[in-house]
């Protein structure tokens, strides 16, 4: 998992510790202050995810997002120092995967690369589909398919084991654990709609088995 890991931050003395703690994860951080140069670093070689700090000296953390997001779906991993920040960042608006408030522990910061990386990394996927981990989409046959939260989950559940079979008791675990919405036919139900969702995009397409008495697979060819 260890990867380059690109820090936006103008205060040397909080990049210095974010640099130590990441090279003893075994991670390759790099570093610049100011939020232009970060964005043409990212343009010139995209790292494993960017650190970057809310309050640069040339442009917002939030102008560097937004513009990052116009070409790349690089994680981004946000500081902050200001709480009122934080509903901003939590709610996505501009596309972030997570956020760090200030005063932080290194060691945290670098815990949460991990989580984030493990998270959005890219899945072997069956023949046909295309996923984008951090931006949770997934497509078929190069059409976007347009699925709610419990449909995305169950599909990437399935495409992330291509032909393991999947009991619905350990669908229902993995995609509605303590989730209200949960019924007996919750999984049929949600099978029979993201079948309908794939033959919108391609009619003769049924990757999705189903092993009666069993549960379900993704065809893995």
Same mark, same amino acid.
């Given at each position: 998992m260890p990867g380059r890991i690109l820090?936006?931050?103008?205060?040397r003395a909080i990049a210095d510790t974010l640099i130590y703690a990441l090279r003893t994860e075994g991670f390759e951080p790099v570093w610049c202050d100011l939020g232009g140069k970060g964005i043409e670093a990212v343009r010139a070689s995209e790292p494993a995810l960017v650190i970057l700090d809310v309050g640069l000296p040339d442009l917002s953390g939030f102008e560097v997002c937004r513009s990052l997001r116009t070409f790349s779906?690089?994680?981004?991993?946000?500081?902050?120092?200001?709480?009122?920040?934080?509903?901003r960042i939590v709610g996505l608006e501009i596309g972030a995967d997570d956020y760090v408030t200030k005063p932080?522990? *290194?060691?945290?910061v670098a815990a #949460? $690369?991990?989580?984030?990386l493990r998270r959005t990394r890219p899945v072997s996927t069956?023949?046909?589909?295309?996923?984008?981990?951090?931006?949770?989409?997934i497509a078929y046959g190069g059409r976007l398919l347009d699925l709610t939260r419990f449909e995305h989950?169950?599909?990437?559940?399935?495409?992330?084991? *291509?032909?393991?079979?999947?009991? #619905? $008791?350990e669908l229902m675990e993995s995609v509605w654990a303590g989730s209200e919405d949960s019924?007996?036919?919750?999984?049929?139900?949600?099978i029979k709609t993201l079948r309908a969702k794939i033959r919108a995009v391609a009619p003769e397409a049924d990757p999705i088995q189903t092993h009666r008495g069993v549960g379900y697979s993704v065809d893995p060819a």
């Open positions: 820090i936006v931050e103008d205060e779906e690089v994680p981004i991993l946000f500081l902050t120092a200001r709480g009122d920040e934080v509903d932080f522990s *290194p060691r945290e #949460r $690369v991990r989580t984030i069956p023949k046909g589909f295309q996923v984008e981990g951090a931006a949770r989409r989950d169950l599909l990437r559940t399935l495409l992330a084991h *291509p032909g393991r079979i999947f009991t #619905r $008791v019924q007996d036919r919750t999984v049929d139900t949600h």
